[in-house]
T-cell receptor, first 110, second 112 residues
Framework: GENVEQHPSTLSVQEGDSAVIKCTYS??????FPWYKQELGKRPQLIID?????GEKKDQRIAVTLNKTAKHFSLHITETQPEDSAVYFC?????????FGKGTRLSVIA | NAGVTQTPKFRVLKTGQSMTLLCAQD?????MYWYRQDPGMGLRLIHY???????AKGEVPDGYNVSRLKKQNFLLGLESAAPSQTSVYFC???????????FGPGTRLTVT
């Protein structure tokens, strides 16, 4: 089955700096790669996703890149703000149920 | 639209007791999922359903049962609760497996 590894588990950045979170997956049949943000005590919410026929996708300060050959994808947040502080989860799947990474706790220091 | 709702929000059980968690969605989604979230473990899939009347095992199904008698509802049952089942449980739904999952607010379950 699918296995998703996510790094780092914690990340601290200064406000205004960029943050990068990386994930690797094992199943070459996976074709859908979403990223979820979970604020403390809240439900996970989708922030961006990418499909296997696309290499990069951007939405304002957030971007995701996908390297199918290497089986890894990354989340990039630019110009970080305190409200970006949360836990971020990557996931992989599509043909089979999503498998989530263990999460990255991002802290943006003002 | 209420989206995805879960009942109850909190519950405390004694070891060996049983309970049912209810998930409801009003988006006419085919797929529904139950996850558990433990510190440092991410979201792990317990069971899922690809449509009314269907269920399938996920990554951590032992100790849980599910039913999907109506398209809008997905029930998660614990027949004999154990302390290892102390967790936050999230329900989610999606149109297809390769589309956005919408999560409910979660149920915090403590088994003593």
């Amino acid at each position: 089955g699918e296995n998703v590894e996510q790094h780092p588990s914690t990340l601290s950045v200064q406000e205004g700096d960029s943050a990068v979170i990386k994930c690797t997956y094992s199943d070459s049949a996976s074709n859908y790669f979403p990223w979820y943000k979970q604020e403390l005590g809240k439900r996970p919410q989708l922030i961006i996703d990418i499909r296997s026929n696309v290499g990069e996708k951007k939405d304002q300060r957030i971007a995701v890149t996908l390297n199918k050959t290497a089986k890894h994808f990354s989340l990039h947040i630019t110009e970080t703000q305190p409200e970006d502080s949360a836990v971020y989860f990557c996931a992989a799947g599509g043909n089979t149920p999503l498998v989530f990474g263990k999460g990255t706790r991002l802290s943006v220091i003002a | 639209n209420a989206g995805v709702t879960q009942t109850p929000k909190f519950r405390v059980l004694k070891t060996g007791q049983s309970m049912t968690l209810l998930c409801a969605q009003d988006m006419n989604h085919e797929y529904m999922y139950w996850y558990r979230q433990d510190p440092g473990m991410g979201l792990r899939l317990i069971h899922y359903s690809v449509g009314e009347g269907t269920t399938a095992k996920g990554e951590v199904p032992d100790g849980y049962n599910v039913s999907r008698l109506k398209k809008q509802n997905f029930l998660l049952g614990l027949e004999s609760a154990a302390p290892s089942q102390t967790s936050v449980y999230f329900c989610a739904s999606s149109w297809l497996q390769s589309y956005e999952q919408y999560f409910g607010p979660g149920t915090r379950l403590t088994v003593t």
